[in-house]
Nanobody, 120 residues
Framework: QVQLVESGGGSVQPGGSLRLACLVSGRFFSINAMGWYRQAPGKERELVATITTGGSTNYADSVKGRFTISRDNAENTVYLQMNSLKPEDTAVYYC??????????????WGQGTQVTVSS
């Protein structure tokens, strides 16, 4: 069973920093992409940042210049370094991976989420 476990969430003041981590375990052929999404109460889940196997990254306009997505050498962990946090960054952050399960097929897996709260 493929599992994703997020960690690193918490409460910080505006301007503070947090580093989220997502550890992936299980059996699969390869990870095609890893990413972070977030969802605030009453709002739709939105993309925050993604990173592909080739190392290409993509960020939401609202976090560009403040957040950095990265992965470890084995590509089994994805990180999100969040700097200069703002109250509007408050949300539950979810890790997502897209894996190859063979025969040219992909599947998406989600973590349970970790709460990030930015307030004074």
């Amino acid at each position: 069973q493929v599992q994703l476990v997020e960690s690193g969430g918490g409460s910080v003041q505006p301007g503070g920093s947090l580093r989220l981590a997502c550890l992936v375990s299980g059996r699969f052929f390869s990870i095609n992409a890893m990413g972070w999404y977030r969802q605030a109460p009453g709002k739709e889940r939105e993309l925050v940042a993604t990173i592909t196997t080739g190392g290409s990254t993509n960020y939401a306009d609202s976090v560009k210049g403040r957040f950095t997505i990265s992965r470890d050498n084995a590509e089994n962990t994805v990180y999100l370094q969040m700097n200069s946090l703002k109250p509007e960054d408050t949300a539950v952050y979810y890790c997502k991976i897209r894996i190859n399960i063979g025969w040219g097929r992909d599947a998406d897996y989600w973590g349970q989420g970790t709460q990030v709260t930015v307030s004074s």
